[in-house]
């Protein structure tokens, strides 16, 4: 039973940056398909970026961060990355760490969809202050 464990929130200005890490145990190595996810308050849970863990490493980003955020696994450590440039207000919510055990057809058509993954971390809290 894999388990996340994420790190790195916190409060942040306008225009900085915040690097948020996903430890990953009970496995031997990641899961392949695995994603960032975050919730603001009163909102759904919407997805930030998805990657697959391999040699290709491919990866999508939601529009809102594209050109902001990167996505980056190291599978020798089991631990999965965000890297958070250039935050704004809008970035603020509970960020979530996701992978998937069962992965059934295309990674590139769902990759954004919360229900495909069926495993979670705890969630940690990025603020950002105009």
């Known amino acids: 039973q894999v388990q996340l464990v994420e790190s790195g929130g916190g409060s942040v200005e306008a225009g900085g940056s915040l690097k948020l890490s996903c430890s990953a145990s009970?496995?031997?190595?990641?899961?392949?398909?695995m994603g960032w996810f975050r919730q603001a308050l009163g909102k759904e849970r919407e997805a930030v970026a998805g990657?697959?863990?391999?040699?290709?490493?491919?990866?999508r980003y939601t529009d809102s961060v594209r050109g902001r955020f990167s996505i980056s696994a190291d599978n020798a450590e089991k631990t999965l990355y965000l890297q958070m440039d250039s935050l704004k207000p809008e970035d603020t919510a509970v960020y979530y760490c996701?992978?998937?055990?069962?992965?059934?057809?295309?990674?590139?058509?769902?990759?954004?969809?919360?229900?495909?993954?069926?495993?979670w971390g705890q969630g940690t809290q990025v603020t950002v202050s105009s």
């Open positions: 996701a992978a998937s055990t069962t992965w059934t057809g295309s990674w590139y058509r769902a990759w954004y969809s919360p229900m495909k993954y069926n495993a």
């Open positions: 009970g496995v031997t190595f990641m899961n392949k398909y």
């Open positions: 990657i697959i863990i391999d040699a290709g490493g491919s990866t």
